[in-house]
């Protein structure tokens, strides 16, 4: 039976590969705060993950992503993307800081990689560089989206995480860049993922203001969501049918259309991106599960979910709670 039929649909499969990332970005891990990497035995092998997707597919999913950390780190992540485009997915794709996107983007096509993501926050080297807690140029990022776009790793997203005060004034610049360049850009409001990125609501500039600052500059009109769980508000271009996107988990959330499971580099399934701790599944893995028994406990799992962070956040702000949440270099986004 899919979870479709139970009245709760599941269609995206997120895959965290690693814990491990080139930056300490401002989104996951400011300056000044420690942490420790999973040991190398703790993480799920290509094995085991190729074995868990293929147990869950009949349950309705469509769309498998590869994330981090940065997933460009995980050795023989291509061998992971062969095994994986073997299986019958619609959509494989992968979701990156770009920065060693340039040497990858050849093999990543040749291993089956199907499209690909790019988080990309700022066009100017001294932003980008604070929100990334590392000296980097821009442009190191723009040629591994170049050459992503020769490899036909297409479509190329770029997702822009928006941070009141810090990166807003680049929206329209950002939105003309890439539109010269044919790449389809996401517009993201910051999100209080995990607990050590100084989240503040003050800091939220909100998708309707961001959607206002660009109808000023570009003749925009609304695309119809293309499948139910859909969490980008879709526009495009008059001009050339380029689309825009925009996602509002603050100020318009979505939890009830939510069809996203996600499995860390350790094991754990996450019914929300904002979970406290998840829901180990690596010791099934490694007992010789059947994938019957992956099946039925993924089911147990997603048919009882009542994650709705995003609805409740402002109300636990009011209260001055605050829940512990796995932070976002564990989860993958």
């Known amino acids: 039976m899919t979870l479709d039929k139970l009245g709760r649909e599941l269609r995206d499969l997120r895959i965290s590969v690693t814990d491990r990332c080139n930056f300490r970005c401002f989104f996951c891990l400011p300056d000044g ?32 992503r590869l994330t981090g950390g940065e997933p460009l780190l995980r ?61 980097v140029k821009a442009s190191w990022v723009v040629e591994g989206i ?94 050339d049918g380029l689309e825009v996107g925009f996602i509002s988990s603050i100020t318009q959330p979505f939890c009830g259309d939510c069809n996203r499971l996600r499995l860390t580099a350790d094991g754990r399934l996450l019914t929300c991106l904002f979970a406290h701790e998840g829901y180990s599944i690596k010791s099934l893995l490694r007992s010789g599960a059947h994938e019957e028994d992956i099946r039925a406990f993924v089911i147990n799992l997603w048919s009882k979910r009542e994650d709705r962070y995003s609805e409740e956040r402002l109300e636990l702000i009011r209260r001055g709670v605050k829940p512990k949440k796995i932070e976002m270099f564990k989860v993958g986004g």
């Open 146 to 239: 170049e050459a992503a776009l020769r490899e036909g790793l297409n479509p190329v997203k770029v997702n822009v995480c928006v941070v009141r005060g810090i990166n807003d004034s680049e929206i329209v610049d950002i939105a003309k860049f890439f539109k010269e360049r044919g790449v389809v850009v996401r517009f993201i409001e910051f999100m209080d993922v995990g607990n050590l990125n100084n989240w503040s609501l003050d800091k939220v500039f909100s998708v309707r203001e961001m959607l206002n600052l660009l109808m000023k500059h570009f003749d925009l009109e609304p695309v119809e969501k293309s499948y139910k769980g859909e969490v980008a508000e879709r526009y495009r271009y008059k001009d």
């Open 75 to 135: 050795r023989s992540i291509e061998t992971l993307i062969e095994k994986l485009s073997e299986l019958p997915i619609e959509d494989l794709s992968l979701t990156t800081n770009g920065f060693l996107l340039k040497g990858k983007a050849k093999t990543l096509k040749l291993a089956g990689l199907k499209r690909i993501t790019v988080s990309l926050p700022s066009l100017k080297d001294e932003v980008l560089s604070r929100m990334v807690g590392r000296d």
């Open 33 to 64: 705060e420690s942490y420790e990497f999973f040991r190398r035995e703790e993480i799920l092998s290509l094995e085991e993950i190729v074995k868990f997707t293929k147990a869950v597919l009949p349950l309705g999913i469509k769309k498998v």
